[in-house]
């Protein structure tokens, strides 16, 4: 085995006991010391409640295809969607994605109506 490889181990294994709270986290840090490895710093691991590129713009739009809805109704239609979020964390991510999608000239607010630009009124 190459010695790269065997760093690229336990840096590994070193990521992995730090994420997962796991036992033995002195000893991975002992041999990769002995090895004269330098040791970055362990970003924790990403929050599986984060939702992947664009897909609150895909919930929200449709959510608003049948029509104008207030906030509310497109929360309800996002928590519907995505249960492992709390409702206020819903509330507050699809207020921030439609914001967004205003901005990019998507959605428009009507009184305390939301709706795709070119929908129906």
């Given amino acids: 085995m190459q010695e790269r490889s065997i760093d690229n181990a336990l840096l590994a294994l ?4 730090i994420r997962e709270r796991r036992e033995g986290l002195a000893q991975v840090e002992a041999l ?3 090895r ?3 040791m970055p710093a362990v970003l924790p691991a990403k929050r ?3 939702a992947k590129r664009g ?3 895909l919930m929200i ?3 608003l295809r049948d029509g104008p809805k207030p906030l509310p109704d497109i929360v309800a239609v996002v928590a519907a969607r995505r249960p ?4 206020d964390v819903a509330y507050k991510r699809t207020g921030q994605a439609l914001a967004n999608m205003k901005h990019r000239g998507q959605v428009v ?7 795709i630009i070119g929908g129906s009124s």
């Fill in 14 to 17: 070193r990521k992995l006991t």
């Fill in 32 to 34: 990769l010391a002995l």
């Fill in 36 to 38: 004269g490895v330098h």
């Fill in 48 to 50: 599986g409640d984060v």
């Fill in 55 to 57: 897909h609150m713009s």
């Fill in 61 to 63: 739009m449709g959510a």
């Fill in 84 to 87: 492992e979020l709390p409702y």
């Fill in 109 to 115: 607010r009507e009184v305390k109506f939301w709706r």
